[in-house]
């Protein structure tokens, strides 16, 4: 079937078009082509379909938080075409029969496409390697612990070694745990004032500086997740000068909250690893110009509302946001004039296909259709109750961005349509 995709622009163009695509493929710009589907764009800002390497969807076993239909389906409506899920869930997602079963499940549900990825360790306990050969040949394409931190440097050497035998990507929560301890948010003077457990910087710092010698120790690819301090970027930006085969990624809550917003109280700011100070978040916007940031990711982490209405030191870490992740450092960042729209772009785009290894989505006649359309002009209000996700509450709840996706294409089909 050909699909039009009328009244689009360009990025950076001022006259709309349209874009066709036939069977999941594009064919290209303004072609005479008869259309047995079109779809209007209404004006929007036609761009490849988002990717995201870091999102809980919580399925198995975790479903009264989120699962793969209501997960996918909030992807979609954030304008990801590709998501890699975390394996934390219950049961660990350390068995290729598990992966299989997401994969045939998410093909049928019609949203985003997911990438699950697998535990490192067995059960993610840290003691032994799980079966990353079969895991990868089920389609794993991402091997993490997230959720837990790698205490075993032994193990973790072992398991990058392996996963680059592979060809398999390794990612990890770089927190010294031992350090973290009890912490519930950043320690400094907030923390102090409030009288709460901190995590210092130094838990990330020091665990960052570790793994990123294992990663030259052993030429294997490491990416780092979430990275939220100033002296961890500094580590990272240090050791891409040495020549590690590292990368990184920063989240939306990491660039525009801090710690100050614990002074409400309220655990719907707690995240791990948590808000830390203007300064580094001045210091991470400065690595995403430089280049030290490879790449975006939310770290979308759904709860119940009960379990976030606990008091901070009780409730779980995690914020949901892969709906409004771009709309949000689109507003933050690029109307700001902090940032170019093409640099963003590729922050979505290209830098975690980069971090991947995985071809860069485009716009041109070949490639996957897996588009999004943003509405760069109009302005929306934050409305957590109208969310895909489960987890129907935000930080940013009220708050009036633009860059809102209008359609978001998943190989040809609409998976979103505001």
Known sequence: MITELKNVRRMGENTTGSLFFENGTIRGWNLDLEAQQVLDGRGGTVLPAFLELHAHLREPGQEQKEDLESGLAAAAAGGYGTVVSMPNTAPVVDDPGIVRALIEKSERLGFA???PSAALSRGQQGEALA???ALRDAGAVMFTD???TNEDAHLLRRGLEYAHSLGVLVSVHAEDATLRKDGVMNEGTVSEELGLPGNPWAAEA???ARDVEIALLTGARLHIQHLSTAR????VRDAKRRGAPVTCEVCPHHLTLTDEALRSFDAIYKVAPPLRTQADADALLRGLLDGTVDCLATDHAPHTQA???RDLLEAPFGIPNIEVAFALLYTRLVASGRMSLEALVDLFTAGPA?????AAPQLEAGAVADV????LEGELEVRPESFKSKARFSPWAGERLRGWPLLTVVNGRVAFQR
Do not use: P, S
């Open 113 to 115: 496409r997911l990438r």
């Open 131 to 133: 079966d990353l050969r």
């Open 146 to 148: 997230d959720g837990r």
């Open 206 to 208: 020091a665990r960052v």
């Open 232 to 235: 961890a970027l500094e580590v």
């Open 307 to 309: 379990e976030k209405e």
């Open 354 to 358: 980069r971090v991947m290894g995985w």
């Open 372 to 375: 999004v359309v943003v509405d």
